[in-house]
C-alpha cells in the first residue's frame, strides 16, 4: 500500500530555534496536507499544497511541495511553546476520488522555554 | 465555527463486547470518515462512507467493524465483539460537497479502551 514516510520521529528545540519537517513518498501525489495535533488532541488542518514546487506561508509556517510531487516539508521559523505538538503529513490515497488520508507517522515537537 | 463532535470521549468495555462510537459531522459535509490513533502511533485510515455506503474501507476495517447512518445527522462505529487490539482513539471526520482535495475536519476523538 502506499507509503508516506516522516522524519524525523521526534525533535526537541530552545523556544526561537527553528524546525523542520520532511515527510517523502514513493508514488507522485495528487496533493498533501499537513495536520498538527496538540498533546491530547485531535488532529487539525493547516493547509493543502496541491502544485509542482509550490510553497506556502502561515506567519512563521512555510510549507514546500517538490517539483516532482513526492515529497514535502514543514519549517517554522523561531518556534515558540505554543508549537508543541506533533505534525502529520497526509496524501490522499491513490485511485480514490475520496480525501481518504494516508498519514505519515508524524514528528513530535518538544519547545523548551 | 462548525464542528464535528463525538460521544462518549471516553469508554472502557469488557474485551468480547460490542461498543457504538457515535459521531455528528458538520451538517452541510456528505463525506464522512473513520480513523483511529493507538497511543503514540499514527493516525490509520478505517473507512469511508458517501451517499449512504461505504466507499472505501482498509485492512483494519474487517467483519467485525460496521458504520451507519441512522438519520440525517448521526455517523456511528460499530464494533462487534472488541478485542484487547482495539483500544485506540478513534476519530470521526467529515469534508465538504467536493470530495477531492479538501480538508479534512476531525472530531476531538472517543478514546476506547479495552480491558
Known amino acids: 500500500g502506499q507509503q508516506v514516510m516522516q522524519i524525523p520521529q521526534y525533535q526537541h528545540v530552545q523556544e526561537g530555534e527553528d524546525f523542520t519537517t520532511y515527510c517523502n513518498s514513493s508514488?507522485?501525489?495528487?496533493?498533501i496536507q499537513w495536520y498538527k495535533q496538540r498533546p491530547g488532541g485531535h488532529p487539525v488542518f493547516l493547509i493543502q499544497?496541491?502544485?509542482?514546487?509550490e510553497v506556502k506561508k502561515q506567519k512563521r509556517l512555510t510549507f514546500q511541495f517538490g517539483e516532482a510531487k513526492k515529497n514535502s516539508s514543514l519549517h517554522i521559523t523561531a518556534t515558540q511553546t505554543t508549537d508543541v505538538g506533533t505534525y502529520f503529513c497526509?496524501?490522499?490515497?491513490?485511485?480514490?476520488?475520496?480525501?481518504?488520508?494516508?498519514f505519515g507517522k508524524g514528528t513530535m515537537l518538544l519547545v523548551s522555554p | 465555527e462548525p464542528e464535528v463532535t463525538q460521544t462518549p470521549s471516553h469508554q472502557v468495555t469488557q474485551m468480547g463486547q460490542e461498543v457504538i462510537l457515535r459521531c455528528v459531522p458538520i451538517?452541510?459535509?456528505?463525506?464522512f470518515y473513520w480513523y483511529r490513533q493507538i497511543l503514540g502511533q499514527k493516525v490509520e485510515f478505517l473507512v469511508s462512507?458517501?451517499?449512504?455506503?461505504?466507499?472505501?474501507k482498509s485492512e483494519i476495517f474487517d467483519d467485525q467493524f460496521s458504520v451507519e447512518r441512522p438519520d440525517g445527522s448521526n455517523f456511528t462505529l460499530k464494533i462487534r465483539s472488541t478485542k484487547l487490539e482495539d483500544s485506540a482513539m478513534y476519530f470521526c471526520?467529515?469534508?465538504?460537497?467536493?470530495?477531492?482535495?479538501?480538508?479534512?475536519?476531525f472530531g476531538q476523538g472517543t478514546r476506547l479502551t479495552v480491558v
Open positions: 471526520a467529515s469534508t465538504g460537497t467536493a470530495p477531492k482535495n479538501t480538508e479534512a475536519f
Open positions: 508514488t507522485t501525489l495528487s496533493n
Open positions: 499544497l496541491v502544485k509542482s514546487g
Open positions: 497526509a496524501a490522499p490515497r491513490p485511485g480514490t476520488g475520496y480525501s481518504t488520508l494516508t
Open positions: 451538517s452541510n459535509h456528505l463525506y
Open positions: 462512507f458517501y451517499n449512504n455506503e461505504i466507499s472505501e
